[in-house]
T-cell receptor, first 112, second 114 residues
Framework: EDKVVQSPLSLVVHEGDTVTLNCSYEVTNFRSLLWYKQEKKAPTFLFMLTSSGIEKKSGRLSSILDKKELSSILNITATQTGDSAIYLCAVGQQPGNTPLVFGKGTRLSVIA | EPEVTQTPSHQVTQMGQEVILRCVPISNHLYFYWYRQILGQKVEFLVSFYNNEISEKSEIFDDQFSVERPDGSNFTLKIRSTKLEDSAMYFC????????????FGQGTRLTVV
């Protein structure tokens, strides 16, 4: 059975801290790994990773995929209270239009 | 910026009633999906739709569920006879013109079955 495991399940940090969220996967015919941020409702897209070792960056967020270890990390530097959310990891498989398999998410709380 | 829109944002219905959840995917996208998220649980795939037909469905998507693309823009999920356990957030998603592009999600419809 395909699975995506995220850790930790929840995390509380202070503003300004740096956090690392983990995602590991066991799926057949891996195509891509995606990170989403879920605040009140919809998951909003952050990154899609297909190649190992290439960091994707957007402001204070960055992510990298390790296909050998079947894992990815999402880093957030200089955290702000607005970063408080559930961060979802999802894996896409071949062929490219197959549905995403989601992990349970990491609930990040950033306190002032 | 183009976005996936869903209506209604919240629907309360009595057990046994039929509900229709509506979605307008991003206009040039080709692949459409419904996912659901029961409170406190992970996002689960229900069904995918391409070229006017279901391309894949999960075990959750049983005979009480159906999807339709009645016109060029709307994509609907119908639940024929709702059960208490259908209470969840239902997300519509679409992905783009090229195979393998990221999926964009709508804001969701919170369905409460009482």
């Amino acid at each position: 059975e395909d699975k995506v495991v995220q850790s930790p399940l929840s995390l509380v940090v202070h503003e300004g801290d740096t956090v690392t969220l983990n995602c590991s996967y066991e799926v057949t015919n891996f195509r891509s790994l995606l990170w989403y941020k879920q605040e009140k409702k919809a998951p909003t897209f952050l990154f899609m990773l297909t190649s190992s070792g290439i960091e994707k960056k957007s402001g204070r967020l960055s992510s990298i995929l390790d296909k050998k270890e079947l894992s990815s990390i999402l880093n957030i530097t200089a955290t702000q209270t607005g970063d408080s959310a559930i961060y979802l990891c999802a894996v896409g498989q071949q062929p490219g239009n197959t549905p995403l398999v989601f992990g349970k998410g990491t609930r990040l709380s950033v306190i002032a | 910026e183009p976005e996936v829109t869903q209506t209604p944002s919240h629907q309360v219905t009595q057990m046994g009633q039929e509900v229709i959840l509506r979605c307008v995917p991003i206009s040039n996208h080709l692949y459409f999906y419904w996912y659901r998220q029961i409170l406190g649980q992970k996002v689960e795939f229900l069904v995918s739709f391409y070229n006017n037909e279901i391309s894949e469905k999960s075990e959750i998507f049983d005979d009480q569920f159906s999807v339709e693309r009645p016109d060029g823009s709307n994509f609907t999920l119908k639940i024929r006879s709702t059960k208490l356990e259908d209470s969840a957030m239902y997300f519509c998603a679409s992905s783009g013109v090229r195979v393998g592009t990221e999926a964009f999600f709508g804001q969701g419809t919170r369905l409460t079955v009482v």
